[in-house]
């Protein structure tokens, strides 16, 4: 069965305090792994998408790498304006559909 | 110029009522999407949609009915809503599965 698995639930950083996030899943023949941001009451933000084992993506505080078992998200020197959750998602094995972790939820404080 | 866009923002109804939520991109994408989101916060795929075509149904009860009029439009028909189905409902449009999604802002449903 296909699924995506996120670590932590939660996470809580000062200003200026790196971290990683860590999303690893299980599906046949990875074809797509998907970052979102989402802050509360509005729909996922597409941030990243990891084709292969080795790719890296980079935006703003925001880097994204990606092995065969797993990907993280890594934020440096992250802001208050970085809380959000982020969601890790891949493309399930019938490449029909986006299936979706339970998310971190991170709040970066001043 | 919203991208997706749902109607209604919120939505409270009483058990046993249906129920509409409409979706429309102007995004020019060929497949949408319906996903729903529980109270802690987990999403998951409802319908997908290529083209006016079903190529999703995931375990979704027979009450939740998609219809799509055309390729800009994926609407959601609930039917005889019961207190289980109070969740967000976010709508979702892509070029295809290797592209990202673009969400809606999504449907907020109490059903009380």
């Known amino acids: 069965e296909d699924q995506v698995t996120q670590s932590p639930e939660a996470l809580r950083l000062q200003e200026g305090e790196s971290s990683s996030l860590n999303c690893s899943y299980t599906?046949?023949?990875?074809?797509?792994l998907f970052w979102y941001r989402q802050d509360p009451g509005k729909g996922p933000e597409f941030l990243f998408t990891?084709?292969?084992a080795g790719e890296e993506k980079e935006k703003e505080r925001l880097k994204a790498t990606l092995t065969k078992k797993e990907s993280f998200l890594h934020i440096t020197a992250p802001k208050p304006e970085d809380s959000a959750t982020y969601l890790c998602?891949?493309?399930?094995?019938?490449?029909?559909?986006?299936?979706f972790g339970k998310g971190t939820t991170l709040s970066v404080s001043s | 110029d919203t991208a997706v866009s749902q109607t209604p923002k919120y939505l409270v109804t009483q058990m046993g009522n249906d129920k509409s939520i409409k979706c429309e991109q102007n995004?020019?994408?060929?497949?949408m999407y319906w996903y729903k989101q529980d109270s802690k916060k987990f999403l998951k795929i409802m319908f997908s949609?290529?083209?006016?075509?079903?190529?999703i149904n995931e375990t979704v009860p027979n009450r939740f009915s998609p219809k799509s009029p055309d390729k800009a439009h994926l609407n959601l028909h609930i039917n005889s809503l019961e207190l289980g189905d109070s969740a967000v409902y976010f709508c979702?449009?892509?070029?295809?599965?290797?592209?990202?999604?673009?969400f809606g802002s999504g449907t907020r449903l109490t059903v009380v």
């Open positions: 599906v046949s023949g990875l074809r797509g």
């Open positions: 995004l020019g994408h060929d497949t």
């Open positions: 990891l084709y292969s």
């Open positions: 949609y290529n083209n006016k075509e079903l190529i």
């Open positions: 979702a449009s892509s070029q295809g599965p290797l592209y990202g999604y673009t």
């Open positions: 998602a891949v493309l399930n094995q019938a490449g029909t559909a986006l299936i």
